[in-house]
Nanobody
Framework: QLQLVESGGGLVQPGGSLRLSCAAS????????IGWFRQAPGKEREGVSC???????SYADSVKGRFTISRDNSKNTVYLQMNRLKPEDTAVYYC?????????????????????WGQGTQVTVSS
């Protein structure tokens, strides 16, 4: 069974940092692109960042320069390093996968059909 599990969320003050992890089980991430999404209460889900199997990345404008996505295929895990967090970053963060070594994290990557969604991890930025 293909499964993704997010972890690393929590409560942090504005300006603080968190590192989210997205660990895969039941399959290897090598040939998958991984997307991070988030959904705040009362808002639509939005794409935050994407990393392809080849390592190309994409970021939402709202997080560029603050968030960094990376992958460690040896650990079957993708990370989202979040720095200089703002209250508006508060949301449940999800990771999901899309198969294909040719998938490129272009500007509209979040419109593609991702699967194997994790259960999400809550990030709360508040003083």
């Amino acid at each position: 069974q293909l499964q993704l599990v997010e972890s690393g969320g929590g409560l942090v003050q504005p300006g603080g940092s968190l590192r989210l992890s997205c660990a895969a089980s039941g399959f290897t991430l090598v040939y998958y692109a991984i997307g991070w999404f988030r959904q705040a209460p009362g808002k639509e889900r939005e794409g935050v960042s994407c990393i392809s199997s080849g390592g190309s990345t994409s970021y939402a404008d709202s997080v560029k320069g603050r968030f960094t996505i990376s992958r460690d295929n040896s650990k079957n895990t993708v990370y989202l390093q979040m720095n200089r967090l703002k209250p508006e970053d508060t949301a449940v963060y999800y990771c999901a996968a899309i198969w294909g070594s040719r998938f490129v994290c272009g500007s509209n990557w979040y419109l593609s059909v991702f699967g194997s969604w994790g259960q999400g991890t809550q990030v709360t930025v508040s003083s």
